[in-house]
């Protein structure tokens, strides 16, 4: 007998992944905020992004953005490919779309490829899918919120009731017969813009009524979002009338009725409105997406840039004597002012772990958060007024049997008032005011936003400063007698009105959550009102223009 052997063969190594791949990420009819979890992970560490629509590079920055407000890492820097239209301005083929797709694939780098709608509905993710996989690539597919639903559901109209159970989808082109839809209670157009007179024309022979509703939505999703609602018969004059154009999506049948209860999106109090928003760049995110929340569209125009001081020496003393125990408190007045200090502790090399034994005060809920996010957390935020004013009312007084230092370091911008300064002396205690930022005025916006500034393209202009007001006259001029104007309590107004401005909203407490609902409801109140007068809801900048004087 042989003796069996004991040992083992060596494993054989696992194969190597090959790099490179693709995500093909649906990105819905346009609402960022329509994208899936996964979609924004993708976007977040894309390397290289493969676009399809004008809007898709704006929705990149957009979710990126948002990434970093709220500290998440993202790739360094992203580079963007027209994967719509090739060099020469024309649209590409589903087949010259694949190439770019797959040269860019095997580069080895993360590459995600974006697409209108869902990438297997409609598009050409198929296409581009099997030519990535016919070179050996890797590829995942993401899918994305179809506008075939999600344009009727924002403008109000479910496809399907308990009563109306079946839909169809259709593609318009030259050879549809539309006798197979003679009976189908709920139709889905597709590309009908150009051809809808026609289209109606042919649905009315196969048997369907001619006061049966139609609506066609252009660009839904979006703050643009148009909707009008007809009959088979009137739909072609009125699309001319409205003058639709692409991309629309026009649903036929009784479900369009439905729009007149359920319309939500279109009935935002700030629908459209173009809001002027000038902050600094830093502080304009949550504001925005605020606005976002009600409708408005914000632009965002930074006049004030926040610099370091002049002569940072007054700081690197303040922040030594914070960590050899010089002070009791530590007020911070602004987000600014925490950013400021969080930086100078960086680079020390401190952490928050030099605040022990150091209470804090904060000025109000937002510099509250800031305060948080290191890791902190603030011993005094004002019971009452978010302000100055407010953390003095509830400030303690000097009290030598039970605090062992009377001295408080104020970090601050070089423009403070030293109202603060002179309560808390008042109140037993010695302060270091430090200058920890300087706010300078920003450089005056492109020449198309002054224009539109001055003429009244803006619906409104929301102030949350006195400086804002002035830095914005300052660069580019007072805004248009017709923009509604928004600010964030009584001393930002009075700078305002003494710059000539007519104050519409104002806050009912300095808080920049409060300004915007408060700007809503304003907008909701004026478009309730031209509801109830029988009159179309319009803008604030949809003014007529005035005609000339003519001389007798």
């Not at 791949?21 to 346009?30: D, I, K, Q, W, Y």
């Not at 030259?174 to 006798?179: C, E, I, P, R």
């Not at 088979?232 to 639709?244: K, Q, Y």
């Not at 510099?367 to 003095?392: F, K, Y």
């Amino acid at each position: 007998m042989t003796r069996a052997t004991t040992a083992q063969a060596a494993p054989t190594p696992a194969p190597q992944a090959k790099p490179g791949g693709v995500a093909f990420v649906g990105t819905g009819p346009g609402d960022p905020d329509l994208l899936t979890v996964r979609a924004v992970r993708l976007i977040e560490d894309a390397d290289v992004v493969i676009t399809e629509e004008p809007g898709h590079a704006d929705m990149v920055q957009v979710v990126r953005a948002r990434a970093a407000a709220t500290g998440e890492e993202t790739s360094d820097e992203v580079e963007f490919i027209d994967g719509g239209f090739g060099e020469d301005g024309q649209p590409l083929t589903h087949a010259a779309r694949a190439k770019v797709v797959v040269k860019q694939a095997k580069r080895g780098v993360r590459v995600v490829r974006l697409l209108g709608g869902d990438p297997f509905l409609y598009a050409s993710g198929p296409e581009e899918a099997q030519a990535v996989a016919k070179a050996g690539l890797g590829f995942e597919v993401v899918p994305g919120v179809s506008s075939v639903g999600a344009v009727p559901a924002y403008a109000g109209i479910p496809l399907t009731t308990k009563d109306h159970r079946e839909v169809a989808v259709v593609t318009c082109g030259d050879k549809v017969d539309w006798t197979r839809y003679a009976d189908t209670p709920t139709l889905v157009l597709l590309s009908a813009v150009g051809q809808i007179g026609d289209i109606a024309k042919q649905l009315i022979a196969t048997g369907r009524s001619p006061q049966t509703p139609v609506a066609m939505t252009r660009v839904g999703t979006t703050t643009e979002q148009q909707t009008i609602t007809s009959t088979l018969e009137r739909i072609a004059a009125d699309v001319r009338a409205a003058r639709i154009t692409p991309p629309a999506i026009t649903v036929i049948g009784s479900v369009v009725d439905l729009r007149e209860k359920l319309s939500w999106f279109e009935t935002k109090p700030l629908f459209g409105w173009r809001v002027l928003v000038p902050r600094t760049k830093e502080q304009s995110a949550s504001l925005s997406n605020r606005l976002r929340e009600f409708g408005g569209v914000p632009e965002e125009v930074p006049t004030i840039s926040v610099e370091p001081p002049r002569n940072p020496q007054q700081m690197d003393k303040a922040v030594r004597g914070l960590v050899e125990g010089r002070y009791e408190w530590i007020a911070f007045t602004s987000v600014n002012a925490v950013k400021a200090v969080r930086e100078k502790f960086e680079e020390y090399g401190l952490d928050a772990r030099a605040f022990s034994g150091l209470k804090i005060a904060a000025v109000g809920d937002k510099t509250a958060a800031a305060i948080a996010a290191w890791g902190l957390r603030a011993d005094l935020v004002p019971s009452g007024e978010q302000s100055a004013a407010g953390l003095l009312e509830d400030w303690p007084e000097y009290d030598e049997q039970l605090d062992p230092i009377n001295r408080v370091f104020l970090p601050r911008a070089d423009i403070a008032t030293e109202n603060l300064v002179a309560g808390l002396i008042d109140l037993g205690w010695e302060c270091d005011d430090v200058t920890a930022y300087r706010t300078v005025r920003a450089a005056p916006p492109p020449a198309p936003t002054r224009d539109a500034i001055k003429t009244g393209k803006f619906d409104a202009v929301v102030f949350t400063s006195s400086s804002t007001v002035r830095n914005l006259v300052g660069i580019a001029g007072k805004p248009h007698p017709s923009t509604v104007i928004a600010v964030i309590g009584p001393a930002t107004a009075k700078t305002a009105q003494e710059h000539g401005l007519r104050v519409d909203v104002i806050a009912p407490q300095p808080d920049v959550d409060l300004l915007v609902e408060a700007l809503a409801g304003f907008g909701s109140e004026r478009r309730a009102a031209m509801v109830e007068n029988g009159e179309p809801v319009t803008k604030p900048s949809d003014r007529k223009p005035s005609a000339r004087r003519r001389k007798a």
